[in-house]
């Protein structure tokens, strides 16, 4: 049966299949890097921009990044579910909200989703449309109302998991329940820096197909060597957990230096990805 969420590939590569059965859960298969991002091209952007009357942040420029990265290496967006390894219909990425921009109020999550072509512009609205629409106190989003039903009563939440984890594994988890829930997403972000705090390797949820994390964290000096000399560079320091079954690791390296390339050279946002589809 198929997915409503991707489609099955079955011309990955003898190495995924086998991986697949070796590592049969997410938690099995996870690679960790941080990821250390210079400031100064971003800062030196952003105030050019500022000056032409257009207002970016990190953040738009972070998910911008992570939006061209994705369509220009497809792979990234697959996930595996039940020893199948499927390539995703959508770039989703689920990210916590804080209601009222408060750090020790009450928090949401939910999924913002990207057009493959979209630019630094077209993600720059989606995140003020999302963060408008889940950051308001009084408003409860799709997610929110689900969990809100569901331990309402004793017993309630426990056996409703246990039925979504059969139903998701047999895929035959309705599509209204894949659309609402963050953890049917191609990444997991969170921006720990909003709260002054260092990045984390967040960790990859068994339940749901969401097959990457990353977590932002404050900005920090990392040391470098520029002509023989040894100096600090400010850095925005990202921590990335991978599920290996879906990419190599050559494969996610090369992604991934494509990701800081693009934030090291941010006016390369401002047009749309060469964009690239999965194994057909």
């Known amino acids: 049966m198929g997915r409503s969420d991707g489609r099955k590939i079955k011309t990955a590569g003898l190495e995924y299949a086998v991986a697949a059965h070796i590592m049969a859960r997410r938690t099995d298969a996870l690679n960790m890097i941080t990821l250390n991002i210079p400031v100064e091209p971003m800062r030196r952007y952003m105030n050019q921009k500022r000056k032409e009357g257009k207002r970016y942040s990190h953040l738009s420029l972070f998910l911008a990044a992570i939006v061209q990265t994705i369509a220009e290496y497809p792979a990234l967006n697959r996930f595996v579910v039940n020893k199948r390894i499927y390539a995703r219909n959508e770039i989703a990425i689920g990210m916590v909200v804080l209601k009222g921009g408060k750090i020790d109020g009450v928090s949401t999550t939910d999924k913002m989703r990207f057009p493959k072509n979209a630019t630094l512009d077209d993600v720059n609205d989606i995140i003020g449309a999302y963060i408008e629409k889940n950051r308001d106190e009084n408003d409860v989003n799709g997610t929110d109302k689900a969990a809100g039903f569901l331990v309402s009563a004793p017993g309630l939440l426990r056996s409703a998991v246990s039925v979504a984890k059969w139903a998701d594994k047999h895929n035959i988890l309705p599509k209204a329940v894949i659309e609402l829930s963050p953890f049917h997403a191609t990444m ?32 920090h000096d990392v040391p470098v060597t520029k002509k023989g000399e040894m100096t600090y560079e400010r850095c925005i320091p990202m921590g990335l957990v991978m599920d290996e079954r879906i990419a190599s690791g050559s494969y996610f390296a090369i992604a991934f230096q494509r990701f800081q390339k693009l934030l090291e050279c941010p006016e390369l946002l401002e047009t749309p990805a060469n964009v690239k589809e999965d194994i057909p």
């Open 188 to 219: 997991m972000f969170t921006n720990l820096a909003s709260i002054k705090t260092g990045h984390i390797y967040h960790h990859i949820y068994d339940f749901g197909t969401t097959s990457l994390t990353l977590s932002v964290g404050k900005m």
